[in-house]
C-alpha cells in the first residue's frame, strides 16, 4: 500500500518521480532536514526516524490534493 495522499509521500516515490534533481525538489519544498515519519500500519503507528531512508515518509503531499472550494454564499 502506498501512502501518497495529502498528508505523507514516501521517500521512494519522491526520488522516482523527480529522479536526478530529488534533492533539489526537496531543498526547494523545505523538506532535506526532516522531519521523517516511519509508518506502520500492523499496529497503526507512526514514529519519527532520525535519517532519511527510501521506506520513511515525508509529511508533505508529492500530488496536491484537487478537491474544489466551497463557493461563496452556498449552504
Same mark, same amino acid.
Given at each position: 500500500m502506498h501512502i501518497a495522499n495529502s498528508l505523507f509521500t514516501q521517500v521512494k516515490l519522491f526520488k522516482e518521480q523527480f529522479g536526478?534533481?530529488?534533492k533539489d525538489k526537496l531543498a526547494e519544498r523545505d523538506l532535506l532536514t526532516g522531519p521523517f515519519? *516511519?509508518?506502520n500500519l500492523d499496529d497503526m503507528t507512526i514514529r519519527?526516524? *532520525? =535519517?532519511?531512508t527510501d521506506d520513511c515518509y515525508l509529511n508533505a503531499p508529492l500530488y496536491k490534493n484537487k =478537491?474544489?472550494? /466551497?463557493?461563496?454564499? /452556498?449552504m
Open positions: 536526478k534533481e530529488f515519519y *516511519r509508518i519519527q526516524c *532520525r =535519517k532519511m =478537491k474544489p472550494k /466551497a463557493i461563496d454564499g /452556498a
